[in-house]
T-cell receptor, first 110, second 114 residues
């Protein structure tokens, strides 16, 4: 039972442009959502979170938008940089437990 | 400092061996986690410790045995593993920010069972 879905397995974007990563969920009981970036053979790096009672959170180049009625969230990265090339996971949280999506591989082209 | 450290970085063990994975954090987080991650898959939760007590066990086989000696340390004892247990084992710790438990992950231990 996959509660969090990232339907785009990959995304290619030109350096300097916006990257938009999407995530859909089915569990309306999630209290919060997190985004992580992961390089090969490393642990995930926390990027940004959003509470279920908010619709937007911004931190530097990263902005997360939450649309509760559509059960959809998105991560915007502006501007995209070569170091942003990685796998991005979204996760829905309820208390201690996270449910992760399958991930989206982002490639930033020079 | 948002660092979670894990040792060893790599481990190769036979099916009859006993070994332990170690995790440490000094961020004052009171929740610590073990995850298993297979290639090209998201992390799967194994165990959660909250205030040094086992809070969640996701029906993990008994050949994996967690231990939390104090608020900064988390161990995972391994015994009689199977080749399908080969994976990246991730430790994480978290603090509560509003409603969120923002989890910070270590670099992982790459385990190979032969």
């Amino acid at each position: 039972d996959q509660q969090v879905k990232q339907n785009s397995p990959s995304l290619s974007v030109q350096e300097g442009r916006i990257s938009i990563l999407n995530c859909d969920y089915t569990n309306s009981m999630f209290d919060y959502f997190l985004w992580y970036k992961k390089y090969p053979a490393e642990g995930p790096t926390f990027l940004i979170s959003i509470s279920s009672i908010k619709d937007k959170n911004e931190d530097g180049r990263f902005t997360v938008f939450l649309n509760k009625s559509a059960k959809h969230l998105s991560l915007h990265i502006v501007p995209s940089q070569p170091g942003d090339s990685a796998v991005y996971f979204c996760a829905g949280g309820n208390d201690y437990k996270l449910s992760f999506g399958a991930g989206t591989t982002v490639t930033v082209r020079a | 400092d948002t660092e979670v450290t894990q040792t060893p970085k790599h481990l190769v063990m036979g099916m009859t061996n006993k070994k332990s994975l170690k995790c440490e954090q000094h961020m004052g987080h009171r929740a610590m986690y073990w995850y298993k991650q297979k290639a090209k898959k998201p992390p799967e939760l194994m165990f959660v410790y909250s205030y040094e007590k086992l809070s969640i066990n996701e029906s993990v086989p008994s050949r994996f045995s967690p231990e939390c000696p104090n608020s900064s340390l988390l161990n995972l004892h391994l015994h009689a593993l199977q080749p399908e247990d080969s994976a990246l084992y991730l430790c994480a710790s978290s603090h509560k920010t509003g409603q969120s438990y923002e989890q910070y992950f270590g670099p992982g231990t790459r385990l190979t069972v032969t």
